[in-house]
Antibody, heavy 118, light 110 residues
Framework: EVQLVQSGAEVKKPGESLKISCKGS????????IGWVRQMPGKGLEWMGI????????RYSPSFQGQVTISADKSISTAYLQWSSLKASDTAMYYC???????????WGQGTLVTVSS | QSALTQPASVSGSPGQSITISCTGT?????????VSWYQQHPGKAPKLMIY???NRPSGVPDRFSGSKSGNTASLTISGLQAEDEADYYC??????????FGGGTKLTVL
């Protein structure tokens, strides 16, 4: 069974750094892209970027390029999303999703709620 | 890279049919048959309902169907049921080798 399990909710202060994770299981982790999606409170889904764990090839939405870093550790089947300096506007639910061979987000993690507040 | 355009809301009575549109450009929806649709209930993760414009994953009722004409894709739900009330999002692969979502449509079952 394909599963993506994300790390738990985080509460941070502006300016702090953060790295959240997404662990895949039940499939060949290195053979599928993993994407990250933001959902701000009461708002829609926003596509952030993707990584191919097999070779760490990474692509970002122009809206998120330079704002976050996507990485992966294939030895532990885990993808990451990180910030070096959080802002209040980063407060959102973040989902990871597997990208299928037909360019579909076919399996989703349960989401990680990030709250940034002073 | 702009979000795909969806109506903010649609509504229908139980048993009726509704259609949600998703308009993009020739660089995304119009250029590829990689359009997907997702259902999201409040407080839940999105769920894949349609992929490659018109294909249903296993377990998705055949009341859900998808189509595309030019730069606009559509999701049709026939025989509306109360549990179909949710937010629906389209997404497309793009010419930049990235993806883009629509703004989302809130479906209300009257």
């Amino acid at each position: 069974e394909v599963q993506l399990v994300q790390s738990g909710a985080e509460v941070k202060k502006p300016g702090e750094s953060l790295k959240i994770s997404c662990k895949g299981s039940g499939y060949s982790f290195t053979s599928y892209w993993i994407g990250w999606v933001r959902q701000m409170p009461g708002k829609g889904l926003e596509w952030m970027g993707i990584i191919y764990p097999g070779d760490s090839d990474t692509r970002y939405s122009p809206s998120f390029q330079g704002q976050v870093t996507i990485s992966a550790d294939k030895s532990i089947s885990t993808a990451y999303l990180q910030w070096s300096s959080l802002k209040a506007s980063d407060t959102a639910m973040y989902y990871c999703a597997r990208i299928s061979l037909t360019e579909t987000h076919d399996y989703w993690g349960q989401g990680t709620l990030v709250t940034v507040s002073s | 890279q702009s979000a795909l355009t969806q109506p903010a809301s649609v509504s229908g009575s139980p048993g009726q049919s509704i259609t949600i549109s998703c308009t993009g450009t020739s660089s995304d929806v119009g250029g590829y048959n990689y359009v997907s649709w997702y259902q999201q209930h409040p407080g839940k993760a999105p769920k894949l309902m349609i992929y490659e414009v018109s294909n249903r994953p296993s377990g998705v009722p055949d009341r859900f169907s998808g189509s595309k004409s030019g730069n606009t894709a559509s999701l049709t739900i026939s025989g509306l049921q109360a549990e179909d009330e949710a937010d629906y999002y389209c997404s497309s692969y793009t010419s930049s080798s990235t993806h883009v979502f629509g703004g989302g449509t809130k479906l209300t079952v009257l």
